[in-house]
């Protein structure tokens, strides 16, 4: 831990994490945010229920049933559009924070919201949820209980006193929770926390959301099924023309990730054309849902029947394919247009439409095989979460033989779109509101050295015993000084330091100059570092005191034996620059005489 004090340091236990056992405390604040996980996904799950039959069936009931419109035939695309102009007026009068995916606006939250979540946004998520997919909105339940899970994690946070980094360890846990309780992918879960939402990989915010995840899978039995979501049987024999076929597959599900986010955003940019207001943007977006639904029905609400065909493999292809192109677009547009609803649902829906169309170009294997790849590989892609997926996949179907190809798929398809695309489905919506994302983690090169290796060893100093009148006349007379200088005593021990502003001051108010520098700084506080600590610890106390040169002393003996100022900190940063873009060849093959 670093000292929370600037101005004095204590001795470091350096060690491979900076977590302390206050992490305790929030693996303990986990388990409720478990618990509430479970509830919000129970409650989601039977809202979405309950609109799907007061809309197409005209029944108050929580059984989960398929859409079907041959009670309404042709006025079934008037649902659709009522339950989205109803999600405007929701996002308009309540919170504009319950459009979209869900996972963009948990990631900003985060970022630029102290991970602060409205209670109304827990509410309303689920409700205008509901009613998007209940309505025949073709989303997954997963965008929804994300932000909604976070919101519960949120809430019991900000009824504790925490830090902004704490907030977000809770927050991403009820996410988690979420998550699992749905699909029950407790392993996927934490993956997605890792590569979407944390933006960190440490124990203090990891073990938390572990946490919350195993409370939810403990808890999820009770109030919803057990076993996987989409279970499929069979044992996947791995070869090199397998793991070809899947990494091809995966190729083509990258160009289609690209395809997809293009689709969804080249909407968006359609609708802030329009000279009306976004509060009826979603009901435009509810026509196009609505006549869609006429064409392919099955292309309405969440579709896991559609998974659960495609990984069993008894759909036509030209089934496959209408569905294909009809869930794309009336899923791309319904998005752009602002409704609420997730992502991760229709990508498993149009990756496995992709895999069983390019299964007659691929070696030959069990039904459903090529469309679980596809599942895999489109959501990867497409969400720029490669392990999340492959992981996700797999624990939807409890069929882990599959790990190899899946984890191919996803690959080559992340690879794609992270050389042809600057940003995925979930961070382009934040970069167009002005917040750039870099999901690359890595080590800070500060806390990789130490301070003596980094400091500037002799110093320039001046002694307590100075005048005045020197001080003035060193700042007046050097073409090029530092800004400070630490004033030391006969021991060479730092008692103080003196600035230009100082000898500015001194200069304008005569009168002062025989007095010493020990009787004209007496009494400051002293900023100063150890050489042992490391040079990240120096960086934020610069940050934070605002001083550009912090004298290093010695532990023991309290002497002075160097400097850093901000040219050192910065040659730390050259060296990492110079490590990513200098290539070099250390062994070389020897030429023949």
């Not at 504009?96 to 509410?123: C, F, T």
């Not at 500060?446 to 700042?475: K, N, W």
């Amino acid at each position: 831990m670093r000292d929370t004090n600037p101005l004095k340091p204590h001795r470091m236990r350096l060690a491979d994490f900076t977590t302390d056992r206050r992490v305790i405390f929030l693996m303990g604040l986990a388990i409720p945010v478990g618990v509430g996980g479970v509830i919000s996904a129970w409650v989601l799950l039977h809202l979405i229920a309950l609109c799907t039959n007061l809309a197409y069936r005209g029944e108050w009931s929580m059984t989960t049933q398929g859409i079907t419109l041959e009670n309404l035939g042709p006025y079934s695309v008037l649902v659709p559009v009522v339950g989205c102009f109803i999600i405007g007026l929701m996002a308009r009068y309540g919170s504009d924070k319950i459009r979209g995916h869900g996972i963009p606006e948990a990631m900003e939250a985060i970022l630029i919201g102290r991970s602060r979540i409205q209670p109304k946004v827990a509410i309303l998520k689920p409700l205008s949820s509901a009613i998007s997919i209940g309505t025949g909105g073709p989303f997954g339940a997963e965008g929804p209980i994300i932000m909604t899970g976070g919101a519960i994690g949120s809430l019991l946070a900000q009824l504790v006193r925490l830090t902004d980094h704490e907030r977000k360890s809770l927050l991403v846990a009820g996410a988690a929770a979420g998550m699992t309780a749905v699909f029950s992918t407790p392993v996927a879960a934490v993956l997605l926390a890792v590569e979407l939402l944390l933006f960190e990989w440490k124990p203090r915010s990891f073990l938390p959301v572990v946490v919350a995840v195993l409370v939810s899978q403990a808890l999820r039995g009770y109030v919803l099924d057990i076993g996987p979501l989409f279970e499929l049987g069979g044992h996947f024999e791995l070869s090199p023309l397998t793991l070809f076929g899947a990494v091809a597959l995966g190729l083509v599900a990258g160009l289609a990730s690209g395809m997809c986010t293009y689709m969804v955003y080249a909407t968006e940019d359609f609708f802030e054309k329009l000279p009306i207001h976004w509060m009826w943007w979603p009901a435009l977006g509810g026509v196009v849902i609505g006549i869609g639904g006429l064409i392919e029905p099955a292309a309405l609400g969440v579709g896991y029947d559609n998974i659960r065909h495609l990984l069993a493999g008894n759909v036509a292809m030209s089934g496959v394919l209408l569905l294909l192109v009809v869930k794309a677009i009336i899923w791309s547009v319904s998005l752009g247009s602002g409704t609420s609803g997730g992502v991760v649902a229709p990508l498993l829906i149009l990756g496995g439409a992709l895999g069983t169309l390019m299964a007659p170009l691929l070696p030959a294997s069990d039904p459903g095989f090529w469309a679980l790849v596809g599942m895999a590989a489109l959501m990867g892609g497409t969400m720029r979460a490669p392990l999340t997926a492959s992981i996700f996949a797999l624990e939807l179907t409890g069929n882990f033989s599959a790990m190899v190809p899946v984890f191919a798929g996803c690959m080559a398809a992340y690879g794609v779109t992270v050389l042809l695309l600057k940003r995925s489905i979930l961070t382009e919506k934040i970069a167009r509101r002005g917040l750039h994302i870099l999901h690359e983690y890595r080590v800070d090169p500060f806390d990789l050295v130490r301070a003596s290796e980094v400091m500037t060893a002799p110093v320039e100093t001046f002694s307590s015993t100075d005048t005045v009148d020197r001080v003035v006349s060193h700042y007046s007379t050097i073409d090029e000084g530092h800004t400070s200088y630490p004033v030391v005593d006969e021991q060479n021990h730092v008692v103080a330091e003196v600035t230009r502003a100082d000898a500015l001051e001194w200069a304008v108010q005569p009168g002062d100059e025989g007095r010493t520098l020990h009787d004209m700084l007496e009494g400051r506080d002293v900023v100063y570092g150890h050489p042992d600590e490391l040079a990240g610890a120096i960086a934020d106390r610069m940050a934070v005191t605002g001083v550009g040169r912090i004298p290093i002393v010695d532990r023991d003996n309290g002497k002075l034996v160097g400097i850093i100022g901000r040219k050192d900190l910065f040659r730390v940063r050259v060296r990492r620059i110079a490590q990513e873009q200098q290539r070099s060849a250390f062994l070389r093959p020897s030429r023949s005489k």
